[in-house]
C-alpha cells in the first residue's frame, strides 16, 4: 500500500465525522500534487502511475424517466452488479490504494445491496459517496448514514415543474426537496451534499440559475 493510501486509512473514520477537515486536508493534498508536477518539469521521472478514483455503475435500474438518458428502459434493462463482484472490486481497489469509491447507475439506492455495499466500503477504509437522483434519500439516508455514508451527490435537472417535466414524472420535485431537507435537517454538516446541475437548453437561463442558487442556499 502506497504511503498516501496508509495515511487515509488511518484517518478516514475521523475524517467521516469531521467534514471541514476533510475539506482541508483535500485541498491541502491538492497542494501538493500542484507541487509534485511543477517539479516534475525538471525531474519527471517522480510523476508515476496514481489511480485514486473509480466509478461504480451498481445498477442500470432507475425510477425516473429522464429525456437525456435511456438507461432501465431500452438500455441495460434490470442490469445489476452482484455483491460478490462489488465486494472483490473493493477489495482490489483497497489492495492497490485506490481510495475514492463513487456509486453511481442507473439509480444506486435502487440496488439491494446498497447499505451493505456502502458499510463494507467505509469498514476497509475507502472514501465512498453515491450520486443519486435523491427520490429515494428521505427513505434510504438513516440505513446509508449508519453504514458510513457522509457524501452525496444530487443529479439537479431545474427547479418544479422544469424537473419534472425532464424526469417525466409528476410531483417528484417536491420529492426530491423533502429527501435533501430532511438529510440537512437530520445530519447537519455532517454529510456533503452536491448539486450535480446539469445545463440544458430549457433550463438554460438567468431565472433557473437563481432559482438553483436559492435551492442551494437553502441545504
Not at 125 to 139: C, H, Y
Not at 188 to 215: E, H, N, Y
Request: net charge positive.
Amino acid at each position: 500500500m502506497k504511503l498516501r493510501g496508509w495515511f487515509a486509512s488511518i484517518l478516514h473514520p475521523w475524517l467521516r465525522n469531521h467534514p471541514q477537515f476533510r475539506t482541508t486536508l483535500k485541498a491541502l493534498d491538492g497542494h501538493i500534487d500542484l507541487a509534485r508536477h511543477s517539479i516534475a518539469h525538471v525531474f519527471p521521472q517522480i510523476i508515476q502511475p496514481d489511480p485514486r478514483e473509480i466509478y461504480i455503475t451498481l445498477t442500470a435500474n432507475c425510477n425516473l424517466r429522464c429525456k437525456g438518458c435511456r438507461y432501465g428502459r431500452d438500455f441495460m434493462t434490470g442490469a445489476q452488479l452482484p455483491w460478490k463482484l462489488v465486494r472483490n472490486l473493493l477489495d482490489d481497489a483497497k489492495e492497490r490504494s485506490i481510495s475514492n469509491i463513487r456509486l453511481y447507475g442507473g439509480e444506486p439506492p435502487l440496488h439491494r445491496d446498497i447499505v451493505r455495499i456502502v458499510e463494507y466500503s467505509t469498514s476497509i477504509g475507502l472514501n465512498v459517496w453515491i450520486t443519486t437522483n435523491g427520490i429515494l434519500l428521505k427513505e434510504k439516508i438513516d440505513d446509508l448514514y449508519r453504514a458510513g455514508l457522509r457524501a452525496i451527490e444530487v443529479g439537479f435537472y431545474g427547479t418544479g415543474e422544469s424537473y419534472n417535466s425532464y424526469v417525466q414524472r409528476r410531483d417528484r420535485f417536491a420529492t426530491l426537496e423533502a429527501g435533501i431537507a430532511y438529510t440537512r435537517e437530520r445530519y447537519g454538516l455532517t454529510i456533503d451534499i452536491k448539486l450535480g446541475w446539469v445545463l440544458m437548453r430549457p433550463t438554460c437561463t438567468l431565472d433557473s440559475a437563481q432559482q438553483t442558487w436559492q435551492f442551494a442556499e437553502r441545504y
